[in-house]
């Protein structure tokens, strides 16, 4: 006899092998979901300070807006439905650290050893964080206003 096909056994064998592979993917894929959706948080906070370091650079450079600590968390607090501490809450689920001494510094670099202030020059650096993902944002004005 000329046997040219599977038994229903071989097939049976097949599908249990199948299905022991799909079972021993499924840690994978749920990690791979888990994966994106912290790519996805990222990604709104990207954009959301962004969006903020925009506003915040044309309201200082081409509307003559102060650069003072308080002005530019004003201008943050402009995104925010609510405040708490030293956060704004944003109506997308992201919280903005509210500016500090810190976070707003003179434009420097080093030459020959000694520090060089770079005039009319502000360095921001905005933090936000989405569940448990955080994103600094650096970005400098020129000029900025006193």
Not at 7 to 23: H, K
């Amino acid at each position: 006899m000329n046997k040219k096909a599977f038994t229903l056994l071989e097939l049976m064998l097949v599908v249990v092998i199948l299905a022991i592979i799909a079972a021993s993917a499924i840690p994978f894929m749920i990690n791979s979901i888990g994966g994106f959706n912290q790519i996805t948080a990222q990604e709104d906070i990207i954009n959301s300070l962004q969006e903020i370091s925009t506003v915040i650079s044309r309201r200082i450079i081409f509307d003559n807006e102060s650069s003072s600590i308080d002005h530019l968390n004003e201008i943050i607090s402009s995104f925010a439905n609510s405040s708490s501490g030293n956060n704004y809450n944003l109506a997308n689920g992201i919280v903005v650290k509210k500016l500090t001494s810190t976070d707003v510094t003179d434009c420097t670099y080093t030459k020959d050893g000694k520090s060089v202030k770079i005039p009319n020059c502000i360095r921001i650096t905005l933090t936000a964080s989405k569940n448990d993902s955080e994103h600094k944002l650096n970005f400098i004005v020129y000029p900025a206003v006193e």
